[in-house]
């Protein structure tokens, strides 16, 4: 049985959609989930898009130990090195270059001859070989690209030291078939294809990322470079939770098999999407609220008589447990550290734990029963504001029927409290409007949203804010028993992101 690599992308092409940047901290703490998760390999990042995506990549790099660390850089010397130096901490490090191959690409993007983007790309994996033993070219838009070109291109960069072919539906073009038989093509036709291992990065335009990704599978590739939740550039990657357990779940069909723990894939999905902001919809596969739920009569009967007459993965393989109460208002820090440590969630610091374990605290006199999911929205909501520039320091708004809703708020801004008050159409809106009094911000409110954390009118509820400045989009989060509270943090935290706005280069443009 072969090895299927999962190489995990979440950092990087995750990180490309809009409004989906994280911290380096953040960042920190879904590596360590993907790592605790098994996950072959982490993209990091694209060391060249900034500092801190320099130092975020340079951070995952000393944090994970067992799983390989990767490091995104554009076929140009500048980029290989500055990928290499933010590796250099790692355990396990690889550099993966890329280089555009499809004719609109080389064209109107690079306006290069193809004879010099071969030049070009074996030059950059030539030059990252001197930095690892481990690198990975991709032909970007490969879906797209000549299949003469991509031999020749493909052959040249194995013997320049490629160890690892990625060929990515960059544009999400492809149709499964079609895209299994490119993967037999190459492997078959390129001379020193035994000397590489193929991989495959598919984006889901056309909603067919997953389903390319295991027609290449079929095909011969034995890496599948995936998103947690399939998230990424525009309609996102592959999802790893899908690719993951469709290959586990037939063993009939797939000659391969990866290294996942798969009971870790709820708290990943939860984690990233509490992390980003990018709620998962109730009916997406493997980690949707519903995706093991029995809704009809029927159903339910038919499980509860023999669960395989409508179920083909268990729940609990995947992680999921039923409204399990993990946490008290009598538990001790110990057990509340030992639990978040289980969900993979460490703390860099005391100073982190006990903030958390307050405001664990004050939710258990709020609520006495405390599950997965609230102490995966509390840590989050802790930690994301622990730097925030504009806190919020109190809070009251006044809803009667037949009367304007009004909001009083109080911010502290860079350690000056400042107040402001409004009435709105609503407690949220009338919210909102109090703290542009303050901040005056000149943003665009383009989400609201607000979902509840686990069941129960006593529930947390978990609130999203997107906020559109001079093209600029970021997301914010607040979580809260009180929905108003939540929305003032969610805003604020938006705020806070949109007006340290960071330059940063994408990789692709
Ligand atoms: O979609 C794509 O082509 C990419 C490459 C950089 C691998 O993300
Ligand atoms: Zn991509």
């Known amino acids: 049985m072969d090895n299927l690599i999962i190489f995990d992308t979440t950092l990087r092409d995750g990180e490309q959609s809009p409004g989906a940047s994280m911290t380096k901290e953040e960042k920190i703490r879904i590596a360590k989930a993907l790592e605790k998760m098994r996950v072959d390999v982490i993209e990091a990042g694209f060391p060249m898009a900034s500092q801190g995506d320099f130092e975020a990549v340079h951070a995952v790099a000393g944090a994970v130990k067992d799983s390989t660390v990767c490091g995104l850089a554009r076929a140009m010397e500048a980029d290989i090195a500055r990928a290499a130096e ?19 690409h080389m064209e109107k993007k690079l306006k290069m001859h193809p004879d010099q983007v071969v030049e070009h790309a074996v030059k950059a994996v ?54 299994g038989k490119v993967i037999h093509t190459l492997i078959e036709r390129i001379p020193n294809a035994d000397k590489a291992i193929f991989s495959v990065h598919c984006h889901n335009d056309l909603g067919l990322a997953v389903a390319n990704s295991l027609s290449a599978v079929m095909n011969g590739a034995r890496q599948v470079e995936c998103t947690i939740n399939g998230l990424g550039e525009r309609a996102g990657n592959a999802a790893l939770e899908e690719v993951v357990m469709a290959v586990r779940t037939r063993q009939d069909v797939f000659p391969c098999q990866t290294n996942i723990d798969t009971t870790q894939i709820v708290n990943c999905s939860r984690l990233v999407s509490s992390i980003t902001g990018f709620p998962v919809q109730p009916n997406k596969a493997i980690v949707g609220a519903n995706a093991f739920a029995h809704e009809s009569g029927i159903h339910q009967d038919g499980v509860l008589k023999h669960r395989q007459t409508y179920e083909i993965m268990r729940a609990e393989d995947v992680g999921w447990h039923t409204n399990r109460m993990v946490l008290g208002k009598h538990s001790g820090r110990n057990a509340f550290r030992a639990h978040l440590s289980s969900l993979g969630i460490e703390f860099e610091s005391e100073e982190e734990v006990n903030m958390a374990f307050s405001r664990f605290k004050d939710l258990a006199d709020k609520k006495h029963e405390i599950y997965d999911e609230d102490l995966q929205a509390l840590v989050s909501d802790t930690l994301s504001h622990e730097n925030e520039q504009i806190k919020l320091v109190s809070i009251k708004a006044v809803c009667e029927t037949g009367e304007r809703p009004q909001a009083k708020i109080t911010l502290s801004v860079n350690g000056e409290e400042q107040v402001g008050e409004s009435d709105g159409s609503g407690a949220v809106d009338a919210t909102f409007k109090a ?5 005056n911000s000149n943003t665009h409110l ?9 069941n129960g009118t006593d529930s947390q509820g978990e609130v999203g804010v997107r906020l559109e400045k001079g093209g600029h989009i970021v ?26 706005p960071v330059e940063r280069k994408h990789p692709q443009v």
């Open 126 to 179: 030539k030059y990252a070989r001197q930095f690892t033993d481990n690198v990975e070219f991709s032909p970007e838009d490969a879906g797209r690209s000549e299949i003469d070109f991509l031999c020749r291109i493909i052959e040249a960069v194995i013997d320049a030291g490629a160890g690892t072919i990625n060929i990515p539906d960059t544009v999400g073009y492809k149709m499964p078939e079609r895209f």
């Open 475 to 500: 997301n914010g989060q607040g979580s809260d028993t009180d929905i108003v509270v939540a929305s003032a943090k969610a805003y604020l935290n938006a705020l806070n992101k949109i007006m340290t």
């Open 435 to 439: 703290i542009e009094k303050v901040v």
């Open 86 to 104: 933010a590796l250099k901490p790692a355990a396990s490090s690889r550099i993966h270059t890329f280089i555009a191959t499809s004719p609109v």
């Open 446 to 454: 383009l989400v609201y949203s607000v979902n509840n954390v686990t």
